[in-house]
């Protein structure tokens, strides 16, 4: 158990439609981190967040937004389903950085979408 | 983002060491060496991580080139838990906005009872 939680595990929805994915980090973690993992691109880096700001984006869709709230959550939302973006969505979090260090990420156990 | 080669997939036989190997030819001088891996069902996990010298933790050992062109991450003694995706990973030091992962197709392990 990393100590990262997702909600749900699975969600299954139609075409069209919008979804929010839950991420709670690890208690004392300031950064989260949201990935992608579909059959054709392997695991890709969507977004991060540290301490309530946006910190990063790697290749997320204008259709994707996400937010980290005040108590250090992150919510993922997906809106205008398309059948590909029928993928498993991890979210990770991370220890506040020291300069000149890297971090170590701590995943969650990610959510399965299914868009029909 | 310097690139890493590993090979496709591995056999092992349960209870035998096993030796990952990944290519870095790019690799920077401050570029630390990471190791996920990702079990089937589940999200990606720390294994080891190092920068020049070799180390190791209860998971396993890393053991990097002296010219650091290249890594073996060595799993001591094999489990059929051990079947998994492993990922080499270089990263750079803290940089705003670079604290990403990021995955190439890794090396499947497969570990034969």
Redesign the interface.
Known sequence: D?G?TQTPKHLITATGQRVTLRCSPRSGDL?V?W?QQSLDQ????LI?YYNGEE??K?NILERFSAQQFPDLHSELNLSSLELGDSALY?C?S?VR??????????????TRLTVL | DAKTTQPNSMESNEEEPVHLPCNHSTISGTD?I?WYR?LPS?????VI?GLTSNVNNRMASLAIAEDRKSSTLILHRATLRDAAVY?CIL????N??????????GTRLTIIP
């Open positions: 990393s990262v950064s981190y990935y392997g695991l890709q880096f991060q910190r990063a790697g991890f990770a991370s950085l020291t300069s000149g260090t890297t971090d170590t990420q701590y995943f969650g156990p990610g | 630390y990471h990702q589940q999200g990606p996990e720390y991580h990922y990263r750079s030091p803290t705003f906005g670079n604290e990403k992962l990021t995955f190439g197709t």
